[in-house]
């Protein structure tokens, strides 16, 4: 390993998925070159890496593969920028910088034994898409697992195959997607994510539920869950903000006395309200 943090380690992307009918979102799956670090490389279910395209810059990226299948490192991005964009002109076996794993992550250990509620929506089903096959690969240790999507359109919906394919078959497990405008194929549900989740009512009784998603669809889904019965410490969300350094120096994802890169970017609400209104 580096003796600096912010040094990264060289790594190569083996696989590329697209994700969108656009291909503006891509799953990239990378290997570190050093067979050592590979095997040493320990995250959790909710934590980032440092992702950099040499010559162009870095990116904090959540990583969507879990900690439960070894030997597996899988990243969902969104072209947004110059960096993300240069990431997804890549071709297999090209390199790139990883550095991590940073920040908090999901807690299990708060989740075992209850129902869990998951609420995605776009591409932030990525860092839930990690807790979702964490949990699901030790299944017999919660309860009620429920997971709700929305994306824009059909063609944005990311994961298609884990939402109709892998997640349906578990037991006790419902799958429920919607979209906001649909096609002449879509036949499933249409409609904001907000709404159709309290159109499905589910039980705030022994649940947590986990919502990542864009800040609008946060703000009205903790409503939801609001009316649906959840208290503020059954929620977990996640805060995203602009981190630039990974380890609390920068200053860019400081929010009141707490830095998103370490003590995030997992949160309850309970823990949410207690910060300033800066977010």
Known sequence: MPESPLIPLVGTIDKITSETAASDIKTFQVSFDDPAVMDNFNY??????????????ESMISITSTPTRKGVIEFCIKKTGRVTDAIHEAVAGQKLGIRGPYGNHFPLEMMKGKNLLFIGGGFALAPLRSLINNVLDNRKEYGRIDIVYGARSPGDLCFKYELFENWTKYENTGV???VDRGDDKWTGPVGFVPPYLESLNPSAKDSVAITCGPPIMIKMVLQSLSKLGFADDQVVTTLEMKMQCGVGKCGRCNVGGKYVCVDGPVFTLTQLKQLPPEF
């Open 44 to 57: 959790q279910s909710g934590q980032c890496a440092m992702l950099s395209m040499f010559g162009v810059g």
């Open 176 to 178: 429920h997607v919607t």
